[in-house]
């Protein structure tokens, strides 16, 4: 039998870990964490670096009471290639052999330097005369291969790999009966942005840009150390108010190109889909939508109702701390991780 493993959202800055336990009503939470993670993160190629790292696992997974040996995780949305194709109708073979021509036009790299996978997300009927969407993923090997090193390091095996948006879009878009909506995750170094249409993504992008970009603009208008710069950004948010307007206009220049992406992603969704159902919400994810304001923001700015991810509503009716309900945004990525085996 299959054994169900837990999820790790390994961070530029944290990680969150997850276990989940699907019963008849949803699922129970059986053990949750956020923990730091060594500075240099999943980014340097030294072994001391990469031992350091493995260490903070296994310290994260001994500390949440974790048993199994199992772990999902998630790769970093900016070291990927995903892409969602409409093709013809085609069997999985034909698929099989065309994606690799499709790889060719979208991955920049060579192809015997990336591990290629597909899945097909929805196959229409061929009398619908609709053409079928299939999802592609690109991973440098290298990429693949560090992740395995450190998770071994760390006394665990990896169960499944995925992106960061794929996860995130299956701890908020529980069913068909889902509103078509925009996701945009926030991390650390980048934002990933993701149209769910039907319970199914049918867009995803990425860019460059996320909350520490945020903490450095603070830092540098008010003089303040990244810690100091962090612990503003939580507590004053992007409101035009806080500190006579400082704050937001710190702020600002970042979360307008956020913006500008959320209104491309738009524009391009309402040019493809034009007499469809439109976009009726914009979902924000990551650590950074937990700044004050920040949904309004975006809500007045775009013109479309915004909320803050909440991936604890797959669970059963349980007792969860309420510090980790707060920080409900820090988890889609884990739990989506943690779900991935009962689908």
Do not use: C
């Not at 889909?273 to 923001?297: M, N």
Request: aromatic share 6%; net charge neutral; charged share 20%.
């Amino acid at each position: 039998m299959n054994k169900k493993a837990f999820g790790l959202d390994i961070g530029a800055t944290s990680l969150k870990l997850v276990w989940l336990e699907h019963q008849a009503n949803g699922f129970l939470l059986k053990a949750t964490l956020i923990a730091p993670v060594p500075p240099k993160g999943m980014l340097s190629e030294s072994p001391l670096d990469e031992e350091e790292m493995a260490q903070s696992i296994r310290k994260a997974v001994d500390t949440a009471g974790v048993t199994t040996k199992h772990v999902n995780i998630a790769l970093p949305e900016n070291q990927v290639y995903t892409k969602v194709l409409d093709m013809p109708i085609l069997s999985d073979r034909e698929v099989a052999s065309a994606i690799y021509w499709e790889a060719e036009q979208y991955i920049p790299v060579p192809l015997n330097n990336i591990k290629l996978v597909w899945n097909i997300l929805k196959r229409p009927e061929k009398s619908s005369g609709e053409k079928m969407q299939v999802l592609m993923v690109g991973a440098p090997n290298m990429l693949v291969n560090k992740y395995q090193k450190i998770i071994a390091l760390a006394g665990l095996q990896i169960q499944a790999m995925e992106t960061e948006i794929l996860a995130t879009i299956r701890s908020l878009a529980l069913d068909q009966n889902f509103p078509t909506s925009l996701v945009v995750n926030i991390g650390a170094v980048s934002t990933s942005f993701a149209i769910v249409r039907q319970g199914i993504m049918i867009f995803t992008y990425s860019m460059s840009i996320g909350g520490s970009a945020i903490n450095r603009a603070i830092a540098t208008d008010f003089n303040l150390a990244p810690q100091q710069a962090e612990e503003y950004k939580r507590v004053y948010g992007v409101s035009g108010k806080s500190l006579g307007g400082k704050i937001g206009k710190a702020t600002e220049p970042i979360l307008n190109s956020i913006l500008t992406e959320i209104k491309k992603s738009i524009a391009f969704y309402s040019q493809k889909y034009r007499d469809t159902d439109p976009i009726r919400q914009i979902i924000l994810s990551g650590g950074t939508a937990k700044l004050p304001g920040i949904e309004i923001f975006f809500a007045n700015n775009s013109g479309i109702e915004t909320a803050i991810a909440n991936p604890w509503k797959v669970l059963a009716s349980q007792q969860v701390p309420k510090e980790i309900l707060q920080n409900a945004s820090d988890y889609p990525i884990a739990v989506g991780l943690a779900m991935r085996d009962y689908e």
